[in-house]
């Protein structure tokens, strides 16, 4: 803080005493400095507000988290296409008592996800919130619809099951529709082209998948990326490299 007041003084040229500080906590900090009177920013400083997570962290976390809340918990894992959030929620689930995983590939929509976008319109969040995360927060039982990929339609009604913990893990899960519904969200934080290399090499073992697919999966993440600001929905972060995903798994 010291180190920030020292700035404002020989950068911006004003007074600690006389500005205003604005902080918006996201994988990073962001600290906007604005005179009283200014229209302008006077001066952008960032720091780190958390050193990313390994899994251990993230287990005692979530477990803090759940004792804290009065309700069913919901942790939303997401990251580039490629970044491991299926295994990170595989293991979450398997560690933490009480922990269910849903699949965030069962709330794709075949057609739109293959389409550019600029917030991940491939993703049935209405569908996601409406049927699991607003049912399971207020523990009320419930029934939901997953994907089939090979009828391409949607599959059964099944029960919403009974757990203490959801883990759902999806891209373009940080979404202002679905924000105020996760309790603890978590970014795999993969850098954009490891990420596309890894579900390159995951897609090339997967049946009738093409150049031509993963190129698409490449280059709708990183319109997307341009367009939107897809960490910033995430509270912290994962440093976990797990294993490439299977077929359907980013």
Known sequence: ??????????????????????????????????????EDLVLDYEIDVESPMDQTGLVDLIRARQRDLGHPLVVGISGYCGSGKS???RTLAAELAGAVRIRGDDFLDPVRSHRRSTDWDGVDRRRLLDSVLAPHRAAQPGVFHRFD??????????????????????????????????????????????????????????????????????????????????????????????????????
């Open 1 to 38: 803080m010291r180190e920030l007041f020292a700035r404002i003084e020989s950068e911006a040229g004003i007074s600690p005493h006389s500005v205003e500080i604005t902080i918006t906590e996201t994988p990073k900090v962001n600290w906007g400095i604005r005179g009283m009177n200014a």
């Open 149 to 250: 990929w090979t009828t391409r339609s949607l599959g059964p009604a099944e029960p919403l099951p009974s757990a203490d913990i959801l883990v759902v893990d999806l891209i373009g899960l940080f979404h202002p529709d679905t924000l105020p519904s996760l309790d603890v969200t978590v970014w795999c934080d993969v850098e954009l082209d490891v990420a596309a290399q890894r579900a390159w090499r995951a897609m090339r073992g997967s049946a009738g998948v093409t150049s031509r697919s993963g190129e698409t999966c490449g280059s709708r993440t990183s319109a997307t990326s341009k367009n939107a600001s897809p960490r910033s929905g995430a509270r912290w972060r994962a440093t976990a490299l797990p294993r490439s995903p299977g077929p359907n798994e980013t």
């Open 87 to 89: 295994t990170l929620a």
